[in-house]
């Protein structure tokens, strides 16, 4: 029988983290900014490959005899619905990628340990982490997915067959985690959708103020990149904080973007894009809570902030940089809902 070549690659995610300090009338603030990044630029050197030579009909443990067709493909397209305006990383890939992406997600959903790709697929190994930042990026209710893989490739073409998942220990009961996970998420939900009335913009202070209020900036929490770990545990850092903004944002229609990049001093961060109106705005739930808990106040200095008033502070790179811009500035919290410390106000010792 005919032999080909398949090689395992495991993608180790660095997490990494950092501090950021600032002033504000004589009043330093200073706390840790931890993300881990599902993106190319953190795992550069931190690849590791074996080859194991491999019958065509499979190898011990996984049958690449079985790969997936393209009815089973045109099956998903029917099961799940990504537009692009919920779902903008998804819409930045290519039609290969797309279809990976369609794999991907079904496969964590159901937590999977491995998830075949179509030989009708055609996804080079280099470019089989824009399909993982994609779904990471995307769905921040995959809070058991921890953005790692193993990919399976056939060095001919270097094509992925195949891609192991990496999770957390909240796969391990998953139905159990997923309920209190909705359960938590609907007590925020069902006071923000008794706000519909008076406009998306309370719904979203509604979303932004119970997430202050619930959950506390701890770098050594457990599970902190996921949403889990604000909503839940209520115990997390930035990612945990942005991507349970962004799940309840998008459970009340909203579109949401996680965007990641760095902070002013250069340590990695995570904050969120918001669309209202056909307009972006820049949201960053977790230095609101951070300000907030020196003040001792509620305090919204980043609530729908343009792009050049966050500047300073945050800047997007990877992935992150092919969201929407955001210009407009009148949807800020000082200017349509209240008073409050803003940007301005805020000394970062830059």
């Given amino acids: 029988?005919?032999?080909?070549?398949?090689?395992?690659?495991?993608?180790?995610?660095?997490?990494?983290?950092?501090?950021?300090?600032?002033?504000?009338?004589?009043?330093?603030?200073?706390?840790?900014?931890?993300?881990?990044?599902?993106s190319q630029q953190n795992i550069n050197g931190t690849q590791a490959a074996t080859g194991i030579p491999v019958e065509e009909g499979g190898r011990s443990g996984s049958s690449f005899s079985h790969l997936p067709k393209e009815e089973d493909y045109i099956a998903l397209t029917q099961k799940y619905d990504f537009n692009s305006e919920l779902y903008p990383f998804f819409a930045r890939l290519n039609e290969d990628e797309k279809m990976a992406y369609y794999f991907l997600y079904d496969g964590i959903c159901q937590a999977k340990e491995e998830v075949l790709l179509g030989s009708f697929i055609r996804v080079p190994k280099n470019d089989i982490m824009n399909v993982v930042t994609a779904v990471y990026n995307d769905h921040p209710e995959l809070f058991w997915f921890e953005a790692g893989i193993t990919y399976s490739y056939t060095p001919t073409s270097n094509f992925v067959v195949g891609i192991q998942p990496t999770y957390n220990d909240l796969a391990n009961d998953l139905s159990f985690t997923k309920a209190l996970f909705e359960q938590k998420a609907e007590e925020i939900l069902s006071v923000a959708r008794r706000q519909a009335g008076s406009g998306v913009l309370y719904q979203e202070m509604t979303v932004h103020d119970a997430l202050c209020n619930k959950c506390e900036y701890v770098t050594e929490a457990a599970h902190n990149q996921s949403a889990y770990s604000c909503l839940v545990e209520e115990r997390s850092v930035c990612s945990g904080y942005a991507r349970a903004f962004q799940y309840l944002m998008q459970r009340l229609g909203v579109p949401v973007y996680y965007a990641t990049g760095s902070s002013f001093s250069g340590e990695p961060h995570g904050w969120d894009i918001i669309m209202i109106n056909g307009s972006a705005y820049n949201i960053d739930v977790t230095w609101d809570d951070e300000i907030g808990v020196q003040t001792g106040k509620n305090v919204h200095a980043f609530f729908n902030v343009s792009d050049g008033q966050i500047s300073r502070t945050h800047t997007r790179d990877e992935l992150s940089l092919r969201l929407p811009a955001c210009t407009d500035e009148s949807m800020s919290y000082d200017k349509v809902l209240g008073d409050t410390i803003t940007i301005d106000q805020l000394d970062f010792n830059i």
């Fill in 1 to 38: 029988m005919k032999k080909s070549l398949i090689f395992i690659v495991a993608v180790i995610l660095l997490v990494l983290g950092g501090y950021f300090i600032l002033s504000m009338t004589g009043l330093s603030i200073i706390r840790p900014a931890e993300i881990s990044l599902a």
